[in-house]
């Protein structure tokens, strides 16, 4: 019996693995929570793995079933089928984690190199006197250029305001942050030096706090997006906000209550100050950037959807009332257009290089609204459908978010359900991926026709007048509902999916391609990224493709803005891509009708 | 008999004047307010003129002795002694005219080559159709920078919410206002290019309303400054506000909302729109400029007296509240010291050039606090003077505001008074310039002796246990008290002359001159341009020189927020004045309770 180290990554946990055990043991007893629904007989293919450095043992004929021989000579593997040989590199793509592992992941690092909007410089400065009357703001001003050889001119208001009282306390030694060449902060020797970076999505809202001197993240919070009470979908806050101008104030103002809050958690749970905060990027689908900004959405609501906004823009944090460093800009990612906005530019600039992708490519930000874009010999074209919140668990009769209890990955294995849950307590629902699963088995199982219906099979009942397949009975989770699927559910999901591969052969159609050419597809997206992809492509959602043409990268859009925050060359970027990017009108497009309802078929 | 044209300036009017009447006569027939007191007989010195062009009858013995040879060969006659023999052009300076007449002129134009920091342009864009989803921000400005050649990059976020949705309303046509390469108002095409100077004085508030494209003044406003009622000068306004931030939030809030009622006002009564005022500029003493910005006083409130913030600032309107334009900025001149404001600057700029002055120059602003700078060689020294109230009727047993009633102009002839009301009505009090007349007249008949006792004359009484000069006895005024001059009014003059004499002779003493090698004197401010010069010199408030040597300039400060507004090389010419002036503190001079004490002796 030996012992080997093996590195996990992108977890970046290293344990010692015995020759005689799975990798997926060693991987659970350093509690990393990986997917595995078949208990370790090399059938489910949740433990896939990728071997970067190292020897272990031959692939099974189960793992020669399962994957690519491409797959094969890049290393993956089933963890339960493999056993290490040496020290070993092992890596767990983002899908084969279990959500709350994901979750930590995806707050990890992002890799650039520093050049934020934002620098910070000591100054030491002599205190006024009878013989030296120096006002205080040259003081500073001439104190930090002689110091630093700079040509800084400028104070912000706020912190002439606020900060400038503060440095007689401070016996004039400060740090000073500058943005071009304006005072943006005046803080004590020595502060953090912090960015933030914040997602709005129609439904959630996920704020990262980063260490602009490090480029660490140094916490992450998600939140609900209030907005949610005022219209569930972005049609519906945009009939509402135009119903009065107090009601699109109301939309922006509960936005940026939670947005004040999210500073707040985020600084106290890491010990820092909401004024070492000097620089926040945000991204978000145009509605809800123009909600944000209190920008007119009219252009929205009606035929061409036009946005008002496209460009990047850097206003003061105080012009929409967010509380952070007295002077400092929130930059906002340019949108693409009324319905692609900054955060699909975010996920196209976290893609690394995608956007100048030669061959095809595709990429998919799945949400209740989905955003495609098809890449060709770096110019972008791009779709929005409306995918509906399907997969986000609602309009499902057992639906749920992605939140303890959802079952989140499922398998039909001889007529028995076998599924995890997120947290690994009793189920309670089902969230996206799990539905996704289900309808993906039933489908392959032939209880589900290629068109939908709900065939005759011994879990199959009829309640309230709709065929049902019990997933969970009544006997079975004691004194709860039985957890089903439904018709109506089946139907959902047929629509939503529909909607998504309908936008994917739009897009191929106007630029003369087939989906056979497609060489790269990226998924992002909350439900985007723990989506089994089998099940994707068993359903039709997404081209049958071999599975290692997919990459599922998770919130790039988070990425994204981490990026931004981080790097004024990756702001560069995303101008780029915005500005070559351009938008299809799939309503506009050619037989659309007769595509769309193509897409609804599964398989 | 013959008529001749004569001219009057600044007043711009033009009469026909006949050849047998006093020029006295027909300037008061076309309704000029001139100041006379002896009744046209040459001996008040009030209705004092200058013949720029044409011929006059030749000078009578009266005005000889009234004037210098300089002035005589500068053309300088009495109205009254002066009949005109061709057509003519004649000055009336303003310390001739009487109050409201003067307010009128100084609300005259100025003259100045125009470069607004704000221009605007017509621009005529295509509306957004299924064929062209341009966004509209980008709309605008390829629209604009194709039609006239321009790299505007930014649009105000302000001008985003509420202009950019307003062009769909004016099928895309629209005048667009720039500053620098920054969008900062989108109104109709055609619009008013407006802007706005504003004096904000401790005592009152002036306001103009010009059109940026002609330079012209369409309107001008006084009010009182609100912070009136939180503390009458600055000392005790600078206490209120470091009693809490609440107290230094409310002495700003007052004074906005006098801004904005101002504005609100200068817009209705030229018929325009508060939104067509695309910049402002602001003067104002140290103090009130700190407070008006919500900026920390407490440098202001303790040796050595150091202002927060010294440098130019462009901020924008609604960082301090202001309701104009939408992205519209307000430009602060720039302060030299703690007590020597952005108000003094301005003066400085008014005054055609004084800055470059290669003679000996004094330049003096009077008010509660008065600035003095001391200009040779284009070097500038400046002190800061607490002349106190006295010289706007406070702290004067019959003192009062410049307003209707007001003795502005007194003589005592043969112990008989002679004297001018504003708006010619029965007196009611004095103000500043009348103090000054009584108190030099009565030191002159002897009445009066050097260190300010009030000695005995059949005029002289005593009343509650001081000694009182009436000027207008109860007799005389028909049921309402006396006017008096007490001892403790003559003992206020001399401390506030002190105050401004001892501040010239500390600056000449700073730099090695004596008050002899003055070449000019400067006076402007509210107090300053309607005092006799006569009296000041006589009391010794200014040094006695000739009396053409000295300028009244009326409200400087304003006329040099006006050139700032209209040229931005104005501005960087305010940046060069305010760098070339050196602070000098009074209170640390050596020997300033002698010189102070020397400089309240009359005479």
């Known amino acids: 019996m030996k012992f080997y180290n093996v590195d996990f990554e992108p977890v970046g946990k290293r344990g010692k693995c015995r020759d005689d055990e799975s990798l997926l043991n060693c991987i659970r007893r350093l509690g990393i929570c990986i997917v595995s629904l078949c208990a370790g007989v090399g059938k489910c ?30 290393g993956y593997r089933l963890a339960c089928q493999t056993y290490v040989a040496s020290d070993c590199q092992v890596h767990i793509p983002l899908e084969s984690l279990t959500t709350p592992q994901r979750i930590q992941v995806e707050g ?11 620098s910070s410089c000591h100054i030491q400065a002599s205190p006024p006197s009878l013989s030296d009357l120096q006002a205080d703001d040259e003081r500073l001003i001439e104190t930090l250029n002689h110091q630093y050889n ?49 997602d709005v999505g129609t ?41 009065s101008p107090a009601r699109a104030i109301k939309l922006q103002q509960v936005v940026v ?3 004040n809050n999210l500073v707040t958690n ?6 820092t100050k909401s004024e070492e905060i000097l620089e926040a990027v945000m991204v978000g689908n145009t509605a809800m950037h123009h909600l944000l900004l209190h920008l007119s959405i009219e252009g929205l609501a009606a035929s061409p959807f036009v946005p008002a906004v496209r460009k990047a823009l850097n206003i003061k944090a105080r012009d929409i009332g967010l509380g952070i460093a007295p002077g400092a800009y929130v930059h906002l990612l340019p949108n693409i257009a009324g319905f692609v906005g900054a955060d699909h530019v975010a996920m196209l600039l976290a893609t690394k290089g995608i956007w100048k992708y030669k061959d095809l490519a595709i990429a998919i930000d799945i949400g209740t609204n989905t955003e495609i874009s098809l890449i060709h010999n770096e110019q972008i074209s791009s779709v929005s459908c409306a995918s509906g919140p399907a997969f986000e668990g609602a309009h499902i009769k057992d639906g749920m ?53 709900i065939g005759i099979h011994p879990r199959v009942r009829t309640h309230e007048k709709q065929r049902e397949f019990v997933l969970i009975s009544e006997e079975e989770r004691i004194s709860s509902p039985a957890i089903t699927i439904t018709q109506k559910d089946v139907r959902e999901i047929q629509l939503a999916k529909g909607a998504i591969r309908s936008g994917i052969k739009v897009l191929l159609q106007e630029r003369g391609y087939s989906e056979k050419e497609i060489k790269k597809v990226i998924i992002a997206g909350a439900f985007g990224s723990y989506v089994n992809m089998r099940s994707a492509v068993d359903i039709g959602m997404l081209p049958s493709l071999p599975l290692d043409h ?3 990268v998770g919130n790039a859009a988070g990425i994204g803005a981490k990026l931004a925050l981080l790097s004024i060359s990756r702001r560069a970027e995303a101008q780029a891509i915005a500005h070559r990017a351009s938008y299809v009108e799939l309503a506009a497009a050619p037989h659309f009708q007769e595509i769309f309802l193509q897409a609804t078929y599964l398989g």
Not at 108 to 117: F, G, I
Not at 214 to 237: C, H, K, V, W
Not at 266 to 271: A, K
Not at 403 to 420: F, H, P, T, V
């Open 45 to 74: 293919h949740g433990c896939k793995v990728q071997i970067l450095r190292g020897s272990v043992s031959e692939s099974t004929s189960n793992e020669r079933q399962s994957f690519s021989s491409q797959e094969l000579k890049d």
């Open 108 to 118: 990890q690092e992002v890799s650039v190199d520093r050049e934020p909007a934002v």
């Open 150 to 198: 700079l040509h800084c001119n400028t104070i912000d208001i706020n912190v002439l305001r606020k900060n400038l009282p503060l440095l007689r306390s401070w016996n004039w030694e400060a740090q000073v942050s500058l943005r071009d060449q304006e005072v943006i902060a005046i803080n004590p020797w020595p502060s953090h030096q912090l960015g933030l970076a914040i």
């Open 203 to 243: 439904t959630k809202i996920v704020g990262y706090l980063l260490d602009l001197s490090s480029g660490q993240t140094l916490a992450a919070e998600g939140t609900m997006n209030p907005q949610i009470n005022y219209g569930e979908d972005i049609a519906s806050r945009i009939t509402y906000a135009m119903e």
């Open 257 to 259: 209550e939670v947005l």
């Open 266 to 271: 985020l600084s106290n749970e890491t010990g």
């Open 401 to 453: 978010r992605a939140a303890n209890g959802a079952i989140e990955r499922l398998q039909l294995i001889n007529d028995q359900i076998s599924y995890e849950t997120i947290g690994e307590v009793p189920p309670v629902g089902l969230c996206g991926s799990g539905i996704l699963d289900a309808v993906a088995q039933l489908y392959l199982a032939g209880i589900v026709s290629k068109d939908g219906r």
């Open 550 to 552: 997919f990459q599922q």
